[in-house]
C-alpha cells in the first residue's frame, strides 16, 4: 500500500520486509495455530460456569494502609535499581544505552519490580473501583510510584501493561464495540509512539518515522519464514532451553543464548545485536512448534494442554479473590504474547513464585467486607 501512494522511506535502513516474498507456508503456519487455539479455547469454554463479576466486586475492598506501604516498598526498591543502574547521569544522559546494558547483574529485582508494578497497577484500579471514599494523595501517591517504575522498565510497554492492570475492574465487565475497540487502538498507538520517542532518545521524532517502525516492529512472520527456509522441522530440539538457564541457579553453567529459543536465533542471524548489546529479535511460537513438534499434526497437544491451562484460570477468576483474577490477567497477556516468543519461558517459574507469594499476602491488601458493607 505504501508503494501505491509512492511513499518514500525516511529511516536509514528503508524498507526491511517485503511481503510479496512471504511463503505461503508461512502463513498457513500463523492461520492454523491462530486456528487451533481459537477452537480448543471455544470449545473449552462451554465446560466452564460463569461467575458473576460483581461479586467480586462487592466482596472485597482495599485496605489504603497496606496499599502505601506496598507502594512505598516498589519505590524503594525501584530507587535503589535506578541507583546501581547508573544513576541519574546515566538514565537521563543516555537512556536507551543505559536500559539495555546497565541491568546486567539485577535480573532478579527487575523482574520482581515489573511484576509487583503491574500488580500495584490492578491494585490501584479495585481500590478505584470499589472504595466509596478514594484518597487523592494515595492515588497520587501511587501514581508517582507507577511513573517511576515505568520510567526504569522501558516506558514503551509498561504504559499499555499498566494501562491494562488498572482497567481489569472494568474491563472484565465491560462489553467491546467497534467503537470501543478503535477507541483503544488509537490509543495504545499514541502511547505506543510517545515511548518509542522516549526510548529511542528523540530519534524516532516525526510522525512517518513512527510509522515505519510500527509497521517493522511486528516482523515475526518474517522471521518464522526465515526458519521454513534455512531449517528442517525437529523433535524437542531447544524444548530443554529453560532448564538451562533454571540449572544456572545451582551452579550448572551454560551459555546465555541457550537460556531461550529468541536468543539462540539471534545469535545465529544478528549476531551483532546479541553478542555486541544482547538485544534479540522474537521468534513466534510457531517457530517454536515447528523445531520441538516436527510435522502440524504434532502441534494440536502443546496447544490443547496451553489452551485447557488458560480456560482452567479463566474458570477461577472471580472464584478465589483478586489476586486469582490478577493472575489470570497476567497469564492471559502471556498467552497473547507468547505468539511474539517462547511457549515455556525459563522465567515463567518465577511467575509462579510470585504468584504463590501473592495468593498467600493478598488477604493483607483484599480485605473482606460483610454484607451490610457492600
Not at 77 to 87: A, D, L, P, R
Not at 126 to 146: E, K
Not at 320 to 339: A, N, W
Amino acid at each position: 500500500m505504501l508503494e501505491w501512494v509512492g511513499w518514500v522511506y525516511v529511516l536509514p535502513w528503508g524498507k526491511t520486509n517485503d511481503w510479496s516474498k512471504l511463503s505461503n507456508e508461512a502463513i498457513f503456519s500463523f492461520a492454523y495455530v491462530f486456528t487451533l487455539f481459537f477452537f480448543f479455547t471455544r470449545f473449552f469454554e462451554i465446560f466452564i460456569s460463569q461467575t458473576p463479576a460483581e461479586n467480586l466486586f462487592q466482596k472485597y475492598r482495599v485496605s489504603p494502609s497496606t496499599l502505601f506501604f506496598f507502594s512505598a516498598i516498589i519505590l524503594l526498591g525501584s530507587i535503589y535499581f535506578f541507583q546501581v543502574t547508573g544513576g541519574a547521569d546515566a538514565w537521563f544522559g543516555n537512556y536507551s544505552d543505559t536500559y539495555l546494558e546497565n541491568k546486567k547483574g539485577y535480573g532478579l529485582l527487575n523482574f520482581l519490580l515489573i511484576m509487583a508494578s503491574n500488580f500495584l497497577a490492578f491494585v490501584l484500579g479495585f481500590y478505584w473501583r470499589t472504595q466509596r471514599r478514594v484518597g487523592w494523595l494515595l492515588v497520587i501517591f501511587v501514581l508517582v510510584v507507577l511513573v517511576f517504575c515505568g520510567f526504569i522498565q522501558g516506558v514503551k510497554s509498561r504504559i499499555f501493561y499498566f494501562a491494562i492492570f488498572f482497567s481489569v475492574p472494568w474491563l472484565s465487565v465491560a462489553k467491546l464495540t467497534i467503537k470501543k475497540g478503535a477507541l483503544i487502538f488509537f490509543g495504545f498507538t499514541l502511547a505506543f509512539s510517545f515511548a518509542m520517542y522516549f526510548r529511542s532518545n528523540g530519534f524516532y521524532s516525526t510522525p512517518k518515522m513512527l510509522l515505519e517502525y510500527f509497521l517493522s516492529y511486528f516482523n515475526t512472520i518474517f522471521l518464522h519464514d526465515m526458519i521454513l527456509r534455512d531449517m528442517s522441522p525437529d523433535i524437542f530440539l531447544t524444548v530443554s532451553y529453560p532448564l538451562n538457564k533454571w540449572l544456572t541457579f545451582v551452579g550448572v553453567p551454560s551459555e546465555e543464548y541457550m537460556h531461550d529459543i529468541s536468543r539462540w536465533l539471534t545469535s545465529i542471524y544478528y549476531p551483532e545485536q546479541w553478542f555486541e548489546g544482547s538485544a534479540t529479535q522474537q521468534w513466534p511460537i510457531e517457530t517454536e512448534l515447528y523445531l520441538n513438534y516436527g510435522y502440524y499434526i504434532f502441534w494440536v497437544i502443546p496447544i490443547f494442554i496451553y489452551s485447557l491451562f488458560i480456560c482452567g484460570l479463566y474458570s477461577l477468576r472471580y472464584r478465589l479473590g483478586p489476586v486469582c483474577l490478577f493472575i489470570f490477567v497476567c497469564e492471559l497477556l502471556f498467552f497473547l504474547s507468547m505468539f511474539r516468543g517462547s511457549m515455556l519461558q525459563w522465567i515463567a517459574l518465577f511467575n509462579m513464585m510470585f504468584y504463590g507469594v501473592l495468593l498467600l499476602s493478598g488477604r493483607l491488601l483484599f480485605v473482606r467486607v460483610n454484607k451490610d458493607e457492600c
